[in-house]
């Protein structure tokens, strides 16, 4: 696994067991991983072609999703950890190459503007919703 610069990492806690988290974030992330792509990861020239492929899977544990694209090389870690309180803990951990001036300036506009902080934060939350009301 190659080895890419941490970005930021973002979590929620969420009040279910583990396993049901696991299975709302597997079932959050079935359209994402193996998927044929949309318009945009056609333009990126992501591969795999859905932009996310899993690289690795400890079950109920930890999820680890890669994929890369003309202007980056990333990876996207769940990891599912019980929390003091009760419920789950989910984070999820970036980490990224941007290599040249098209990939800093890639990096600027998802990394600087913002978008990748929403859309982590709205999976995350995607997944607690679906995880509590799947009690």
């Given at each position: 696994m190659?080895?890419?610069p941490y970005v930021d990492t973002h979590d929620v806690l969420v009040p279910a067991p583990r396993d049901r988290v696991w299975s709302a974030l597997e079932s959050s992330l079935a359209g994402v991983v193996g998927g044929r792509g949309s318009l945009l990861t056609k333009v990126l020239g992501?591969?795999?072609p859905s932009g996310f492929g899993v690289a690795s899977r400890v079950e109920g544990e930890r999820l680890e999703l890669a994929g890369r694209h003309r202007f980056s090389r990333y990876r996207l870690v769940f990891d599912l950890t019980p929390a003091p309180s009760g419920g789950t803990r989910l984070s999820a951990t970036t980490h990224a190459v941007f290599p040249g001036p098209q990939g800093a300036a890639y990096r600027f506009v998802?990394?600087?503007l913002g978008p990748h902080v929403l859309a982590t934060r709205r999976m995350l939350a995607s997944v607690a919703r679906r995880a509590?009301?799947?009690?």
């Amino acid at each position: 696994m190659e080895d890419l610069p941490y970005v930021d990492t973002h979590d929620v806690l969420v009040p279910a067991p583990r396993d049901r988290v696991w299975s709302a974030l597997e079932s959050s992330l079935a359209g994402v991983v193996g998927g044929r792509g949309s318009l945009l990861t056609k333009v990126l020239g992501t591969s795999p072609p859905s932009g996310f492929g899993v690289a690795s899977r400890v079950e109920g544990e930890r999820l680890e999703l890669a994929g890369r694209h003309r202007f980056s090389r990333y990876r996207l870690v769940f990891d599912l950890t019980p929390a003091p309180s009760g419920g789950t803990r989910l984070s999820a951990t970036t980490h990224a190459v941007f290599p040249g001036p098209q990939g800093a300036a890639y990096r600027f506009v998802v990394i600087g503007l913002g978008p990748h902080v929403l859309a982590t934060r709205r999976m995350l939350a995607s997944v607690a919703r679906r995880a509590v009301g799947s009690s």
